[in-house]
């Protein structure tokens, strides 16, 4: 009985512990800045101080240190047309590939904002 509930406990852990099922709840949950009236200015600002040293203030990707990248970042205006904020926030929270986490050095609500503003730059 005793190792058994162990067991069980193990694979919560395990699974509770994988970034991919928590980006995949993040993307299943909801924007908590949706409809925030300065969301897309605030995402600017802190993408313009976080981000723009590899995908360049327009999002093109050609910023100073994605030249020394294998792989430099996607252009995010093309991103931005198909794909959604929810996965854009997961992957800024969580890192992607070469892509930073930034869970650890921006608030969530923070992360949101980036998010809603790449998203933005699509339109
Ligand atoms: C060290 C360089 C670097 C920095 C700094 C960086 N990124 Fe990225 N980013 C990347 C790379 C490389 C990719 C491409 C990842 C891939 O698809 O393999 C990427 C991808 C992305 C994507 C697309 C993810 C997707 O859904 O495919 C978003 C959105 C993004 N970055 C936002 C940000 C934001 C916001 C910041 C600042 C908080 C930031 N990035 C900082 C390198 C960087």
Redesign the pocket.
């Known amino acids: 009985m005793f190792f058994r509930v162990v067991f069980y406990l193990s694979i919560i852990f395990l699974i509770s512990s994988c970034t991919s099922l928590r980006k995949m709840m993040m993307i299943a949950g909801e924007n908590p800045m949706e409809g925030h009236p300065d969301t897309v200015i605030i995402?600017a600002q802190?993408?313009s101080k976080?981000?723009v040293?590899?995908?360049a203030n327009d999002g093109s990707?050609n910023?100073q240190?994605?030249k020394t990248?294998d792989?430099?970042?996607?252009n995010?205006q093309e991103?931005?047309k198909r794909?959604s904020v929810k996965?854009?926030a997961?992957?800024?929270y969580y890192g992607?590939?070469?892509?930073?986490a930034?869970k650890d050095?921006?608030s969530e609500e923070e992360?949101w904002h980036?998010?809603n503003?790449?998203k933005s730059l699509g339109q």
């Open positions: 995402g802190l993408f976080n981000c040293q590899c995908h990707g910023g240190l994605a990248l792989e430099p970042p996607a995010l991103l931005a794909k996965t854009f997961a992957n800024i992607k590939n070469l892509m930073p930034y050095v921006l992360i980036l998010a503003f790449v």
